[in-house]
Structure formats: C-alpha cells, structure tokens
C-alpha cells in the first residue's frame, strides 16, 4: 500500500510539473498594427478603341472579414489631356461606383484622372497609350493530332520590336458568332435577330522559352523587350483546336498583340504574382503595383495589334 501511494504522489508530482511547463510556454504578443486610413481605389485601363472607363472603390483594412471593396458612389472625377482639363466623369446609373467619360483616348497623349470624396483623401493618376505600333506578321500555322487524338495547332507570329523599353501583352481567342433572338408577344414566337461575334478566350503554350527569361512570374503571356530589344522576335505557341466541340466547318481566330504602358505591365507582372503565391504562408508577401498617387489600384493604358487567322475543319494548315 506504501508504495502504491509512493507511486501515486510521484505521477501526481510529475503531471503537476509538466502543467506548469506547459503553461509557462504561452507567450503573448501584442502587435501594433498602423492605423487603417480609407482610400480611395481607382481602376482603369485605356486604349484607343473604347471610351473612359473607371471603377472607383474603397481599400479594406486587414481586419476586415468581408472580401469586396465597397464601391465609392457620388464622387467627382476629373479628366486631364496633355495639362487641359476636359471635363468630368458621369456615373452610371446602373453600376453605382461606375464613371464614364464619352471621348477616345489618343495614343501618346497624357491622361490624368483626379478622384475627390468628402472625407477620402483626393486620389490621382497619369497614363499614356503607347505611340509606336507593333509590326506583327503570322509567319506558319502547322497541325498535328495528339495521343487522345485531339488536334494541335501551331501558329508562329513575329514581333518587328522597336529600339526602346517596350511591354507586352498577348491575347489568342476564337470568334464565335451566334444570332441574337427576341420574343415576339403579338407572334407568340422567337425572331431571329442579327448575326453578332463574340471573342472566346483560349489558352495556349509557348514552345519559345526566351521571351520572359528574367520574371519570376507565371504570367506567360506577358513579357518584356529585354532579350530581343530592337530585334525582329519569332515566338511560337501551341493550341488545342475547339473546333471539335462545335458543328462548324471553319473556324475564325484572332490574335492580340498588346503593347502596355510600363505602370501596367508592372501592376500585370505584380499583380500575377500575388495569385502565383496562392496564400501560401511561407511565400514572401508581394506588393502589386499601383500607380495612383494618395490611393490604390491602376492607371493603365495599351494599344492593341490584331491578327486574323481561318482554319478550315478536317484540313492540314502547312
């Protein structure tokens, strides 16, 4: 019996010290976090082909457990050109936060856009549309069927690059075209409207492993001057053909060669990053670029070179 209680005192004492070890590993830290200031978010992208556009929000603080940023209704938006003011931005009466301003942007012309909220700081930006244009020429379009039979094609296009820091973008859709039908009441029956293009999206490869040699992103499609400045570049890319999955007999494609103003290749570069990090807790935290002075988000601006291509189904492209 005494050593039963001999035993019993000896587990107990143990037990008591490793509680009090325990307990005495707790470290409490207190952080001092800034203090969160709103902001003004501006983001807007220009090219010569569509009229201002700009969505105007606020910034959250990282506290916060709600994943949108309110959008910012009845502000003031001012529209710069080359130092002259233009006017300023209409919101739309659909979209609460949207501004619109009815002008075409010019390419090398300076656009500065200033935002005023009572209570926010004023936020600005300046942006211009690249001048030079791109000389891009589709050099050869090859096929081939893969092991699930699946047709490949293999388009090579050349970039004529200009002396210069330039930023590229570049974009590969299909166009699809489709009727756009109304009800007719009175008729109790469907109308067949007018023939309308839409542009899909499409992934593709690059079989050129030396276009965005130095960028440690995996934004593919966008890239830099750096290894073929002032150079005639040939860049091939890969694609599956959609034409299986659809009853047609050709297919139209279309090619967009982007070149961007450097504040948004380094906001695309950045921004690209930050979701290649995919919230991992061991990756180094990346700050995306913003260009707008007292606030967050974007000023961009690019100018686009189009290239259209056909594909007929069931024929070899050489």
Not at 7 to 27: D, I
Not at 105 to 120: D, F, H, M, N, R
Not at 145 to 153: A, W
């Amino acid at each position: 019996m005494k050593l039963t209680k001999n035993l019993y005192r000896k587990v107990a004492a143990q037990g008591a010290l490793m509680v009090m070890l325990l307990t005495s590993c707790e470290l409490v830290v207190d952080v001092d976090l800034p203090e969160f200031k709103p902001s003004l978010v501006i983001n807007s992208v220009i090219h010569p082909d569509t009229t201002f556009i700009i969505d105007l929000s606020t910034n959250r603080s990282i506290l916060d457990n709600i994943y949108i940023f309110p959008s910012v209704s009845g502000a003031t938006l001012y529209l710069h050109e080359d130092g002259t003011l233009k006017g300023t931005f209409s919101e739309s009466n659909d979209f609460p936060g949207r501004y619109t301003f009815d002008t075409y942007p010019s390419p090398g012309a300076t656009y500065k856009i200033v935002a005023e909220k009572s209570g926010l700081p004023t936020a600005e930006a300046q942006a211009v549309i690249p001048t030079r244009e791109t000389v891009v020429e589709i050099r050869e379009i090859s096929n081939r069927n893969d092991v699930s039979n699946m047709r490949i094609i293999k388009l090579a296009y050349s970039i004529d690059d200009s002396e210069g820091e330039d930023f590229y973008e570049t974009r590969l859709y299909w166009i699809s075209h489709y009727y756009e039908h109304h009800y007719d009441e009175e008729k109790d029956s469907l109308i067949k409207g007018e023939m309308k293009k839409q542009l899909i999206d499409l992934h593709y490869s690059f079989l050129s492993a030396d276009i965005n040699e130095f960028e440690d992103t995996n934004a593919d499609y966008i890239f830099d001057d750096e290894l073929f400045d002032g150079q005639k570049k040939r860049i091939t890319i890969e694609f599956e053909d959609p034409s299986s999955q659809w009853d047609t007999d050709t297919m139209e494609y279309r090619l967009h060669v982007r070149k961007l103003s450097k504040d948004y290749y380094q906001y695309l570069i950045t921004s690209n990053l930050q979701n290649d990090s995919g919230g991992d807790g061991f990756s180094e935290p990346v700050q995306v670029y913003s260009n707008i002075k007292n606030g967050y988000g974007i000023f961009g601006a690019y100018q686009t070179t189009p290239l259209q291509f056909v594909l007929v189904k069931g024929e070899r492209a050489e």
